[in-house]
Every structure is written in C-alpha cells, then in structure tokens.
Nanobody
C-alpha cells in the first residue's frame, strides 16, 4: 500500500506565508507526477500545482507568482511554499501522487487525507 501524509497546515494572516509538505511511503517503485489540490465548502476540489519527476511545474492561474511547488525525489516528498496568502486560499489542501508500485506496473493515483490552511483577513 502507498500512504501520503500531509503536514504544515495552519492559520495565517492574509499576506503571510506557509509551507505544506507531503511524504509518500509504502510500496513505491517510482513516483511520476505529484501535486497539490485544494477544496473549500463553496467549491469543488481544484488543482493548485503539479510537478513531474523531472521537475516540470504547472500552476493554477490564481496562485501563479505566489506559490512554488518543489519535490525531493530521494525522500518521496513534495512541498508547496505559499506566499502572499489571501483569504480565498483557505481550504483543505490535498496531496496527490501518481505511483508505480512495481517495475513496469500500471501507475495509480493516491491521495493524502488533507491539511487545513486557513487565511484570515
């Protein structure tokens, strides 16, 4: 089995910064793309940022220039540095990883349980 565990959420004032982390563990041969998604009660889960194993990144327009995604392939960990936070960034942030459990196996998507980020105005 593969587990994703997020950490680093919390309460921050608007304009502040926060970094969330996600560590993958378990039966892992290779992790392809990793990413962060978020959800709040008013919206469906939405993509925040993704990063490939080679380091290519993609961001939602709403976070470009403020958020930075990075990963440590040796540690199977992905990070999201969030700067200039806004109240609309509030939500539960979920980690996603596309994982091959064995050599030449079909890759599958796994999700963490989420970490709450609250930005006060």
């Amino acid at each position: 089995q593969v587990q994703l565990v997020e950490s680093g959420g919390g309460l921050v004032q608007a304009g502040g910064s926060l970094r969330v982390s996600c560590a993958a563990s378990g039966r892992i041969f290779k992790i392809n793309a990793m990413g962060w998604y978020r959800q709040n009660p008013e919206k469906q889960r939405e993509l925040v940022a993704t990063i490939t194993s080679g380091g290519h990144t993609n961001y939602a327009d709403s976070v470009k220039g403020r958020f930075t995604i990075s990963r440590d392939n040796a540690e199977n960990t992905v990070y999201l540095q969030m700067n200039s936070l806004k109240p609309e960034d509030t939500g539960v942030y979920y980690c996603n990883a596309n994982v091959e459990k064995y050599s030449f196996s079909i890759s599958m998507d796994y999700w963490g349980k989420g970490t709450l980020v609250t930005v006060s105005s």
